[in-house]
Structure formats: C-alpha cells, structure tokens
C-alpha cells in the first residue's frame, strides 16, 4: 500500500488556468506538508498543516491555497496559472510537527504553457 | 532568513571510497537534522536524522554534528554507483513553527 500518495502526476495546462492537485496518506500521520521544487532541485515549504490545522504558510501567493479537509488528506488548489508555477510539488507527511523525518509522495510535476 | 547551505557539487568519488557531504545552518536554535537522498525524477527518502552533538551511524552511513560550529556532515563509506543521487540536507528550525528548511543539495557519483 502506497504511504503517500499524490494525484495526478503529471499536469500540463495554460496559463491562466485553475487547477488542483491531491494528496493522501495512509500512516496515520498528524503533519502535512506541501513543497515546490524548482527546475534547480530547490525544496521549498510552502505550508503544513497539523491535525487539519494551517500551521506554515510561508510567502506563498494567495493563488495557492491548501486544504484539509481531515488529517489523512491535505489538497493544492491554484488559481491563475502562471509560467513561474511550473515545477514538481511534493506533499509529505510526518508523524508530528516537531523532528521527527517526513515521508514524500511521489510527486506531481506541473507544466504551465 | 534562516539558511541551509550546501555545495551543489557534483562530489564525484571511485567505488569503495569514503564520500563526504557537508552542510551548514544558519539558525543557531535548529533542533532537528536530516540527510535526505533524491534520485533523479523520485521523491527525497530520508537517510539519516541525529538531534545531538556528535556521531550515529547506520550501516554505511554516519551523521556527524557540531551545533557550535553549526554543520552537519553525512559520511558514506565504501560508496557504491547506486549511491549516486543528490543528498539534501535539511533543518528543522524553532520559532514556533517548526520550519523545515532543505539546503540545495549536494550531485554524488560514484564511479565504478
């Protein structure tokens, strides 16, 4: 059973469009996490979420926002596409916001034309 | 801003050599450290964490830390060409929120 799974995987659409993207896990964990990497294999964080609620949200623009709607599920909704949007974005979870490791879903790459 | 710094490399090392991968933080109250291993087009995979001063080692591999002086060190030893991948080392930071912060990541080949 797959422990973090995203959807979809691959994403291509244009400019200007709205698209979502989901995520969820089966390890029981509390955490969440969304993160953009580059073309130049920077990871960023750009929110987690603890036990539904939003807990990092960091200076991201308000054309992303992210969901919860349980511990289990944590979605990516993004409004107005940009060129600058196209990257991978991976969802991770981890047992707890305090240090403990994460654990990435495969990934979703996203092309903006 | 709160920096993880490491060199992008490529560290290229022969099959069965000792490879070492370093990384600085800025954030003098970062807790908790993380070496993550990235192959190409797949999802970071967590390698090792260590939370106090000093050495863990793992099998292979050995996390090194020296919160004075504010690196992290990953020593891979008696590499192997599947060892090849980028290793990102990551912080995770205080402030309330429990900020994790990735460092660019360090390109490992290890040639036959």
């Known amino acids: 059973d797959t422990a973090v799974s995203q959807t979809p995987k691959y994403l291509v659409t244009q400019m200007g469009n709205d698209k979502s993207i989901k995520c969820e896990q089966n390890?029981?964990?509390?955490?969440m996490y969304w993160y953009k990497q580059d073309s130049k294999k920077f990871l960023k964080i750009m929110f987690s979420?603890?036990?539904?609620?939003?807990?990092i949200n960091e200076t991201v623009p308000n054309r992303f926002s992210p969901k919860s709607p349980d511990k289990a599920h944590l979605n990516l909704h993004i409004n107005s596409l940009e060129l600058g949007d196209s990257a991978v974005y991976f969802c991770?979870?981890?047992?707890?916001?305090?240090?403990?490791?994460?654990?990435f879903g495969p990934g979703t790459r996203l092309t903006v034309l | 801003q709160k920096e993880v710094e490491q060199n992008s490399g490529p560290l290229s090392v022969p099959e069965g050599a000792i490879a070492s991968l370093n990384c600085t933080y800025s954030?003098?109250?970062?807790?908790?450290f993380f070496w993550y291993r990235q192959y190409s087009g797949k999802s970071p995979e967590l390698i090792m964490f260590?939370?106090?001063?000093g050495d863990k080692e793992d099998g292979r591999f050995t996390a090194q830390l020296n919160k004075a002086s504010q690196y992290v060190s990953l020593l891979i030893r008696d590499s192997q060409p599947s060892d090849s991948a980028t290793y990102l080392c990551?912080?995770?930071?205080?402030?309330?929120?429990?900020?994790?912060?990735f460092g660019r990541g360090t390109s490992l080949i290890v040639h036959p």
């Open positions: 390890l029981g964990h509390d955490t």
């Open positions: 979420y603890n036990n539904k609620e939003l807990i």
């Open positions: 991770a979870s981890s047992w707890k916001v305090t240090g403990s490791e994460q654990f």
């Open positions: 954030d003098r109250g970062s807790q908790s």
């Open positions: 990551a912080v995770l930071t205080s402030g309330g929120s429990y900020i994790p912060t």
């Open positions: 260590i939370y106090s001063n």
